[in-house]
């Protein structure tokens, strides 16, 4: 085959897959829209099941619309108690996210597969994946401790009892705000790595409960979600702000990535990041402070004149972990906390894939080798 016409274009970059409606950014200004409304006014006037909506059918819905979601989604947080019982035979060592995977996968054992033609099927899976990620996380999280998971409580809205379910207490209204509102920052981000594994797993028309265990998988890595719960460890490893410049000459240096810095679209501060940043700022005045966010700070100072020049700025997962460390939960907790919230965004692009299917089949440029003699096994070298 005659490669020698294609240009490779490495990671994608700069080259469009698709059309959407979903999302839009401005990477130099720093903007991002979900359906049209900013971003900082969806995390202001808001809730996460609002945004998810939104996102997933394509408009705000009316008082009855949200009211009708927001109960079909608590009608199903619970777990089947066979979903619990394989949940408890995973290795408590085991990462979450391969626990969130690995349950979520399964729910396309329970549901009829593939029915990807009826609405109320789309309906359900969507009501589902929102209802029971959560439910899983938190399940996760306490059987590795030993203890049986706790139920939903139905008087709890989505965040508050998604706390209290992971915490086993009823959380200050203030913290469950704030962590809606980090839902909601979360929800959507155009073709991200994850979001693209989703749409290329929805292109095959598979049932929902594989696209979403795929773009589980790739949320997890360190270059995409994972980093959230890096920046925390590297906070740690750099201790006090005094220690920011040294780090980052080292880093220089040794040209290894500063982890929640640099982004794909964003030339400037992910907006994400600045939102993020008040909000666990609120979260200090109220709680207590926190002496890793004065090193995240003076590492930024540090890193702006630096990297700012070639466009690398912290981004979304920069700020989120020091959020989610003052809310009491475990680091290795923080990616799949982004995935509850990035299901939204993930359940738009499987819907508008399916609007308009083609499978995602893209070219190589062959380098292997030319044909060639088979050697037999006695004359190998
Ligand atoms: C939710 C999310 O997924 S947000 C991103 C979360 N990931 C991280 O925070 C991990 C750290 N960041 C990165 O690895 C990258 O910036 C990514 C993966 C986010 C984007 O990657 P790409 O767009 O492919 O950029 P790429 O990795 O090619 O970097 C371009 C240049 O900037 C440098 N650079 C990019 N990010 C960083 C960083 N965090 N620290 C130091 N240098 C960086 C690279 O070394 C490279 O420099 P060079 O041109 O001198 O070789
Ligand atoms: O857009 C990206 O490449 C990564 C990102 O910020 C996200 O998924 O939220």
Known sequence: MDSNKLILKPGLEGVPVTNSSICDIDGNKGKLLYRGYSIEELSQKSSFLETAYLLIWGELPTAIQLRDFEQEVQMHRRLSFRVRDMMKCF???????DALQSSAASLGLFYSRRAIDDPNYIYNAVIRLIAKIPTM???FQLIRKGQDPIQPRDDLTYSSNFLYMLTEKEQDPIAAKVFDRCLILHAEHSLNASTFSARVTASTLTDPYAVIASAVGTLAGPLHGGANEDVIAMLEEIKTPENAASFLDNAIKNKSKIMGFGHREYKVKDPRAIILQKLAEELFIRFGADEMYEVAKSLEAEAIPRLGPKGIFPNVDFYSGLVYRKLGI????????????????WLAHWRE??????IFRPSQIYTGSAPRDWISLENRK
């Not at 290795?91 to 996210?97: D, Q, S, Y």
């Not at 894939?353 to 083609?358: D, E, F, H, I, K």
Request: hydrophobic share 45%; no cysteine; net charge positive.
């Open 91 to 97: 290795p408590a060592t085991g990462h979450p996210m």
């Open 137 to 139: 996380i938190a399940a």
């Open 330 to 345: 475990p680091r290795d907790l923080f990616t799949p906390i982004f995935a509850i919230s990035r299901v939204a965004g």
């Open 353 to 358: 894939q399916l609007g308009a299917n083609r």
